[in-house]
């Protein structure tokens, strides 16, 4: 029997392997914390289509699906999520950021939002897995997803944090896994990464035909 920390530990060790191969960018020594930083690298992201994937606010019928970002960043926490999202508040002038939280937030008033053209969402794993879960949140334009393991005062991050760490594998394994692996998807790891010799275990399986025995 394989412990859930095990299992957790190694999942988090292949996740970053996959994404220092195929990442966007390591914003981790450049941008420190400062959040007000962080537009400019999403916005080397897209190129030069940038104002046209980020900023437009009118909705395309046929061209452009409601309710599917085409940024998409995921934190821990509904406090952080809102941090993140004003690192990126000038591109969400014209197209507003949706918050993908369950503090404050009721999801029926979400999927009202989903329901018009977004550009860039942030939220919490577990609020982002049900809204995509009931068809509410689109992932078809999806082209950046913004993974923010910043750790907290007490040295948790969204990758280490208890049941916030399981709710993102879920989140993970289930919808962005397939797409990082085909190169449909490029992720940010937003904070320091942590020291993969660290971790001693091996993971269970990310996808089918991904299989990892753990070590004894």
């Known amino acids: 029997m394989v412990s859930n920390s095990l299992l957790s530990n190694w999942n988090q060790l292949k996740f970053l392997q996959y994404c220092v191969d195929s990442c966007i960018l390591d914003v981790s020594q450049e941008l420190g914390q ?8 999403i916005k080397e992201a897209f190129g030069a289509k940038w104002k046209e994937e980020l900023c437009e606010g009118k909705h395309i019928v046929g061209k452009i699906e409601a309710g599917s970002p085409a940024v998409l960043v995921v934190a821990p ?8 999202l004003r690192g990126m508040r000038t591109l969400t002038k014209e197209c507003h950021a949706v918050k993908l939280f369950s503090k404050h937030m009721k999801i ?20 982002i897995k049900k809204l995509i879960d009931i068809e509410a949140l689109g992932l078809s334009r999806l082209s950046v997803l913004l993974v923010d393991i910043h750790t907290d005062v007490k040295g948790y991050s969204l990758l280490t944090l208890p049941q916030v760490r399981d709710e ?3 989140l ?3 919808y ?5 692996v085909k190169g449909d998807l490029r992720i940010c790891l937003y904070g320091p990464i942590p ?5 001693k275990g091996k993971s269970v ?12």
């Open 34 to 41: 400062d959040v007000m930083k962080l537009e400019k690298r």
């Open 77 to 84: 926490s509904a406090l952080r999520s809102i941090e993140l």
């Open 108 to 127: 029926d008033e979400q999927v009202s939002l989903l329901m018009n053209r977004v550009n860039i969402a942030s939220g919490t794993p577990s609020r």
């Open 168 to 170: 993102f594998w879920d």
């Open 172 to 174: 993970y394994k289930n």
């Open 176 to 180: 962005f896994h397939q797409q990082l």
């Open 195 to 199: 020291n993969g010799n660290e971790f």
């Open 205 to 216: 399986e990310l996808a089918d035909g991904d299989r990892e025995q753990p070590d004894s």
